[in-house]
């Protein structure tokens, strides 16, 4: 049974007298089952973030609808738990007041907001900073305040815009297994957008790719990777196999669109 | 010998820093002490007049005396209740209001250029209209401590709205947020340095014109005495009720400011 189904969604951007319209997403299809990591890879401009934020609707569509388990998304909420690339915690809460947020906003009662916060605090390994403030931790250490804030809400989708991108490379790789060792206890449905290639078949069960401008789906691939998935499954043969079907994919539709760089300014043209 | 030499080195650096940490006051001190010495020597010498500049230990004296004729407390007494009348108001108000102006684009358009021109005003033009307005009593003077206070403290609440990152009102609405709960969990708390830093400005704005509107129309208050004792010819009492009013803004400036590390610890660094 599929758990969010996004059927014919399109966003355009209208500019008004004398700009030009950007069509930032076009007729985009896909289906995520219950439980399932899915990732979506894509050059710059793709509107692969624009597409997580109509998901979760902080944007509205142009046309088309999102459902999730048979509703259709109108509203944001938290049955649909964004991490942000730039983290977005509160810079005046300590950690545990910043894991407790979306506790609130759910209508937890105050009583049992701190143990559900301290259960996920423990649960990302910072349990003994949260007395903290934000600035106070690292990169890697606020986005594991970013997961266990959306984390704590139990959602029924988790979704991550590139939560790993504002991060060195080796603190990236470790993130992304700590979080599939979180996922593997709960397997929760995650959304998960990257514009790393590797990072996008490591992670996934599926990884769909997109081209640009405007935003579509050109293919979906399942990745038939055995879990639980170590480091070193980078450099074999399947994996590296995948890595060149989506990269083959991606320098085509770039090519084609003109450049990395023509996408990137669609991307800033759209805001 | 090697570890000694290093351990001396080590000593070293750690003396000079705690050399630094009293370095700081110590020269203030001895700079005080100094001019108050010299002032007191020009002063009780008659060096220069003393019914001119006084001197410190007139002054002190001066103090003690119009304490215990009561006419000190019961003057600062109403002075500083017109303050807290007029100050809280304007507290409130200032915050709703700027909130407000940050928040509505026609409002802003509506009053943003009055806000702009009443800033740059002297509040203490204002005296006499406002007396026409309120009379001669105290209402005057805490609509001018109201007036003077409320116009930084909207204008930087307002600028601290604008100044809240997307990135904080993003989380809260992310989790589904109405439009109460984000002002509440992300704009006013983000906002809150600012709206401190305009509540400061408004001290001191208003301390200028209360004690302004005493000048000109009033029976009692800080104001008021300075008015009398400025026909008497002398100087020292003139500097009592300076020094009572720097230091009530002082201690304003201060109380906040340890209110906030309190409140906004995470000012420290971001």
């Known amino acids: ?65 999102i459902r999730l388990n048979g509703r259709a998304v109108a509203t944001p909420g938290w049955d649909r738990a964004l991490v942000f690339q ?52 690292s990169g890697g250490m606020r986005q594991r305040v970013g997961i266990a804030r959306a984390l704590s809400v139990e959602p029924e989708i988790l979704l991550m815009d590139e939560p790993f991108g504002a991060l060195d490379a080796q603190i990236r790789q470790v993130m992304g297994s700590e979080l599939l060792r979180i996922w593997e206890r709960d397997r ?29 789906v050109v293919r979906e691939i399942r990745i038939a990777l055995e879990r639980p998935r170590r480091l070193e499954i980078r450099n074999r043969p399947d994996f590296t196999a995948y890595r060149q079907e989506i990269w083959d994919l991606l320098e085509e539709q770039v090519r084609s669109s003109g450049s990395w760089e023509e996408a990137d300014d669609a991307a800033s043209r759209a805001g | 010998m090697t570890l000694l030499r290093a351990q001396v080195s080590a000593a070293r650096p750690r003396r000079r820093a705690s050399f630094a940490r009293i370095e700081r006051p110590l020269i203030g001190v001895l700079a005080v002490a100094a001019f108050l010495a010299a002032w007191q020597i020009v002063g009780s010498r008659e060096i220069i007049r003393s019914d001119l500049i006084s001197y410190p230990s007139e002054i002190v004296a001066t103090f003690i005396e119009m304490s215990r004729s009561g006419e000190l407390g019961a003057n600062v007494t109403v002075t500083l209740i017109e303050f807290v009348e007029g100050f809280i108001p304007a507290c409130l108000f200032g915050v709703a209001a700027g909130l407000a102006l940050a928040l509505s684009r026609r409002l802003r358009y509506l009053v943003a250029p009055l806000f702009a021109a009443l800033y740059s005003a002297p509040m203490i033009a204002f005296v006499p209209v406002i007396v026409v307005w309120f ?26 709205v604008n100044e809240v990152s997307e990135a904080w009102i993003r989380a809260v ?29 408004g001290i001191g704005r208003s301390i200028v014109s209360l004690v302004a509107a005493e000048m000109y129309v009033s029976i009692f208050g800080i104001g008021r005495l300075i008015q009398v004792y400025s026909n008497s010819g002398k100087a020292a009492p003139i500097f009592v009720l300076v020094g009572i009013i720097s230091t009530f803004g002082l201690v304003c400036v201060n109380a906040l400011r340890t209110l906030e590390a309190r409140l906004a610890p995470w000012r420290g660094g971001r």
């Open chain 2, 173 to 201: 609405r992310a989790f589904g947020a109405g439009r109460r709960q984000i002002i509440a969990k992300a704009i006013l708390p983000g906002a809150f340095p600012a709206v401190m830093a305009g509540i400061r400005l």
């Open chain 1, 188 to 216: 929760k449905t995650i959304l998960f957008v990257t514009h790393d290639i590797d990072e996008a078949i490591y992670l996934a069960d599926r990884v769909i790719v997109m081209s640009a401008s405007p935003g579509r």
């Open chain 2, 135 to 160: 009379g001669v009593g105290r209402e005057s003077k805490i609509t001018m401590v109201f007036l003077a206070a409320v116009i930084p403290i909207i204008i930087n609440t307002a600028a601290g």
């Open chain 1, 86 to 137: 730039d983290f977005a915690l509160l810079p005046w809460r300590t950690v545990l007041k910043n894991v407790e947020l979306g506790l609130e906003l759910k209508g937890v009662a105050p009583s049992a907001r701190q143990e559900i916060a301290r259960r996920h605090l423990q649960m990302v390994g910072l349990r003994a900073f949260e007395r903290h403030f934000p600035h106070q931790l």
């Open chain 1, 1 to 65: 049974m599929s758990h969010l189904v996004v059927d014919g969604l399109r966003l355009l951007y209208e500019q008004g007298a004398g700009g030009e319209d950007f069509l930032a997403l076009d007729d985009v299809n896909f289906a995520i089952g219950d439980g399932e990591f899915v990732t979506i890879v894509g050059p710059s401009g793709c509107g692969k973030s624009t597409l997580l934020m109509l998901i979760a609707a902080l944007l509205r569509p142009s046309a088309g609808s």
